[in-house]
Every structure is written in C-alpha cells, then in structure tokens.
C-alpha cells in the first residue's frame, strides 16, 4: 500500500486560523501512531491542566480501540482519527452530560460539512452515529484525573470519510453492522474540513471557554437534541448488561442511569453505557 503524506502543516494551519485562540492551542499530527487516545493521555502526564483543548489527529492507528475494550482499525488516511482533550473543573458542563453533549456536536458538525439537508445523522447510544441505518462514526470517551480539583475527559473520534466498500477491513465488510463513509454517502469531503467542524462544534456543545460562540446549553437542551436523534428510541432491542440478556421498548435514554428498557415482563431496567451492549437492534 502507497504511504500516505498528509499535509498537516496546513492542517494545523487551517486550525489555527479558524479556531478561537488556536494558535495557543495544543495539536500533534502523526501519519502513525499505537492510538491518539494514548497520545492524549501522555500529553495530560506531561503537561497536566494545560493539556486542556489539546488536539491530537493520526492517518493511522495500530491499536485504535473501541467502546468496551473493543478494537477499532481503519485504512490509512480514510478516516478522521482524533481525540480532544478537556479539562474540566467543577464549575463546567458535568461529566455525564459529556458523553450525548459530544455524540450530538459531533452529528451536527458532519450535517454541516455535507451539502444541505443530504444526510441526517442519527445516534444510536450511546456513542454510535449512523446515516441511513449504518454507522459512519464512534465516539470513545475516556476520563483521567488530572489533579484534586479536575478531571480531563479524552474525547476519541473516529469518523468514515473517504472510506470505500473495497477499502474496508474483513472484518467490518462481512459483519452484520453495516458501515457507511461521507464519500459512500455521495458527500466527499476533505478530513480536515471535517475535523475543524467537529472542533468547533466540540468546543461549543460543551461550553469551552475556546467556543466562538458560546451557547450556554442548559442539560436539558442537550438531552433534547440527543433525544430527537436517537434512532432506537421506542424501538424493541436486545441488550447484554454484565452477562445478563435484556429485551425489551428503549424508553428513555438518561446520562446518569443509562439506557431504560421496558421489558417484555414489564419491568424498567437501567442499563448503564459503560456495560452494555446491544446484540440485536
Ligand atoms: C466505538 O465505535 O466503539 C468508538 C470508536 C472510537 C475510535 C476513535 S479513533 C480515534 C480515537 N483513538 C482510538 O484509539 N479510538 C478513538
């Protein structure tokens, strides 16, 4: 396979440019790296709170990993790999409101970089997004303590650009998940339109004091937005929870308890994201 030579001067460049204060903002680029969530997490041991807003963007990851220990590979240069960190102290958005604040920028930035009303990106919880049924991208987020007073969340983003039915890992194109890119979607987009988009709208959702705009979003807002793109929402689904089998109406979605499933008994169950996985959709 042809190496790939990214531009990311003009990447970086292209950043600096168009996000607020981002020339003091810290980014690494690295055509090759194990996994940018572990870049990230060097970066806050070296740096500590300054570390907050770092950007940290690969062509290729050789131990990208996944929501539940799974792992995640991609062909080189066809997905926008990235991981944001932020620092957050007491008095920002919490941590459970993260997790659907970041799903949600992340939907709304790719409806932003594709031609109006083209796609619709749905969330299927709690961290996948899906165009037309299948997934175009997945978010990971993990959480290390800094220091007494602050907590800095790793926002992993894996996102199908360029990605094509031929380049697709085995794996992912006999799987019964099907998987979709911005270009299968007819929407071929340059990666660092995408990741300048998914930036802003990052720093926005979660109230950065980097956001150009800064839109002070109650949870409530948030969750409502989250709420109207979640696919499964009233739809019957299977869910393992640590080695238990649910099936049951997705009736609400909650960032403290996690999903809540009216079973077929009808009981409520809460089922939360970090131990859960749906089998059947
Ligand atoms: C999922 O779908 O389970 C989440 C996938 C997250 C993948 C991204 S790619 C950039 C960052 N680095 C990683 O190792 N994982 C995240």
């Given at each position: ?42 970066l ?12 940290i ?101 894996g ?16 799987g ?44 409530d ?29 997705v ?29 059947r959709?």
């Open positions: 396979m042809q190496p790939i030579s990214t531009d990311f001067t003009s990447w970086r460049s292209h950043l600096e440019r168009h996000l607020h204060h981002g020339s003091q903002r810290l980014m690494s680029f690295h055509p090759c790296t194990r996994s940018t969530q572990d870049v990230a997490k060097q806050i041991a070296d740096k500590g709170v300054e570390a907050d807003g770092a950007i963007v690969a062509d290729e990851q050789t131990h990208g990993r996944g929501r539940l220990g799974r792992s995640w590979s991609a062909p080189p240069g066809a997905c926008l790999l990235l991981s944001c960190v932020y620092v957050c102290p007491h008095d920002r958005l919490g941590i459970e409101m993260m997790s659907p604040a970041c799903a949600l920028a992340v939907a709304e930035a790719l409806e932003q970089v594709t031609p109006p009303r083209s796609i619709n990106v749905g969330i299927k919880w709690p961290n996948d997004l899906l165009v037309r049924g299948a997934k175009i991208a997945g978010l990971l987020l993990e959480t290390v303590k800094v220091d007494t007073l602050s907590t800095a969340v790793i926002v992993g983003i996102i199908n650009v360029s990605l094509t039915t031929e380049a697709l890992p085995l794996e992912l194109r006999e019964d998940r099907p998987v979709t890119s911005l270009t299968m979607l007819g929407c071929p987009t340059e990666r660092w339109q995408v990741l300048t988009a998914v930036v802003q709208r990052l720093d926005e959702r979660l109230d950065s004091p980097r956001a150009t705009e800064s839109l002070h979003h109650p949870h807002e948030v969750l409502t937005h989250y709420r109207r793109r979640c696919v499964l929402l009233g739809q019957t689904i299977s869910v393992r929870c640590d080695g238990c089998d649910y099936r049951g109406e009736i609400d979605l909650d960032p403290l308890v996690g999903l809540l499933l009216r079973t077929e008994q009808g009981n409520v169950v809460h089922l939360p994201a970090a131990t859960s996985t749906i089998v959709g």
